[in-house]
């Protein structure tokens, strides 16, 4: 195996998978919908950027040729119905038909924890059942489809250097007096993002411990060793960050109804929401691993706690390590 096509390569997860890949010697090729987007892994040896619309199903299938395996990251974290659609289950329907045409078996998609394959109509947000339907197109596919050997990994939130989400707590109660909360004891079990990475690289040059080589389809919970409820993140985030002499801000837990009236004026903000309604629901089920699924550990990752790596880039706001710090170290 040497070629691999990442969809999704230019995001935050994406780029740490571009660059370990790279590390590992093969050639990668991302597609882009913007070639600026590509910015943060443009200059990765062995590394293709290639702009097109990864929605023309005919485009994505002349990408794909020449490839042993296909990495999908793709997703958004809000948008309509329609477009959660789009982009989670008719996307992959696409990819799914592009490795078919070219003869492509290894896939590694990333889903998300309380995504579910069996019932996606279950869980309590659009993005999830969304996601749930796009692990279904892998993992069950019709019986005329060619046989793929498909791994889908589920993490919890993620965090690392350019994560928006410790970074967006950090900045706001540097801002902000006091942090009107919703949703303050939801549970997470956070990740880090190059522990994420790791897993989609193992996922792609060795079969998963317990698996035969032809591996059937499989769920790997991407979870980090610790459970934080989302106020303690949000504490933790301004105390890491030196906000108010490191006594950060206090957080003031909404009532639920406040809370949705909060998320619904951001979405009403113009540009990207920092909170959305379907975020709060996804809220409603903790985002920590069931038990049930293999977890990190079945690919030999013994994943990293939050605080000394979120400490490490929280001061400084910016990512100096490895290949993908080296812009950041030439300025
Ligand atoms: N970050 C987290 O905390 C977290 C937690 C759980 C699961 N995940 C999952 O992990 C994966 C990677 O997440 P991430 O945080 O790295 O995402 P990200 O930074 O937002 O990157 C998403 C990628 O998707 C592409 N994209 C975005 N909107 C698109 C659209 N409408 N049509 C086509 N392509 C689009 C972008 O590519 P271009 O702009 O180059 O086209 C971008 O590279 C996703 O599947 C996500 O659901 C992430």
Request: hydrophobic share 45%; net charge positive; proline share 7%.
């Amino acid at each position: 195996m040497k070629n691999i096509m990442v969809l999704g390569g230019t995001g935050f997860v994406g780029a740490h998978v571009c660059e370990k890949l790279v590390r590992q010697g093969f050639n990668v090729t991302v597609p882009t919908r913007r070639r600026r987007n590509a910015q943060r892994i443009q200059h990765l040896p062995s590394v293709t950027v290639l702009e097109l619309d990864v929605h023309n199903a005919a485009a994505l299938t002349q990408a794909a040729v020449g490839h042993d395996a296909v990495v999908n990251l793709v997703a958004i974290l809000h948008g309509t119905p329609a477009a959660f659609d789009k982009v989670h289950v008719t996307l992959p329907q696409a990819l799914a038909r592009a490795c078919a045409a070219n003869g492509i078996e290894r896939v590694v998609h990333i889903s998300a924890l309380g995504a579910d394959d069996q019932r996606p109509g279950t869980a309590p947000s659009e993005y999830l059942r969304s996601k749930g339907r796009g692990e279904a197109i892998w993992l069950h596919p019709a019986q005329s489809a060619p046989a793929l050997d498909v791994t889908v990994l589920r993490p919890s939130v993620i965090f690392g250097a350019e994560d928006k989400f410790l970074n967006l707590f950090a900045k706001l109660q540097a801002v902000f007096p006091v942090m009107p909360l919703a949703c303050a004891g939801a549970k997470f079990q956070p990740v880090w993002v190059e522990d994420v990475a790791d897993a989609v690289v193992r996922c792609l040059v060795r079969p998963v411990a317990g698996h035969a080589a032809q591996a059937l389809p499989c769920i790997i919970e991407a979870c980090g060793p610790d459970v934080f409820t989302l106020k303690q993140l949000v504490q933790l985030a301004a105390r890491l960050a030196g906000v108010n002499e490191g006594r950060g801000r206090p957080v003031l837990a909404l009532p639920a109804a406040l809370g949705r009236l909060q998320a619904w004026m951001m979405e009403l903000a113009p540009g990207e929401p920092l909170m959305s309604r379907d975020n709060l629901d996804s809220m409603r089920v903790d985002n920590v691993s069931g038990g049930q699924l293999p977890g990190l550990g079945t690919l030999g990752i013994r994943p990293g706690a939050l605080e000394p790596m979120a400490a490490q880039y929280l001061r400084s706001g910016q990512s100096n390590q490895g290949l993908l710090g080296l812009r950041n170290r030439a300025r």
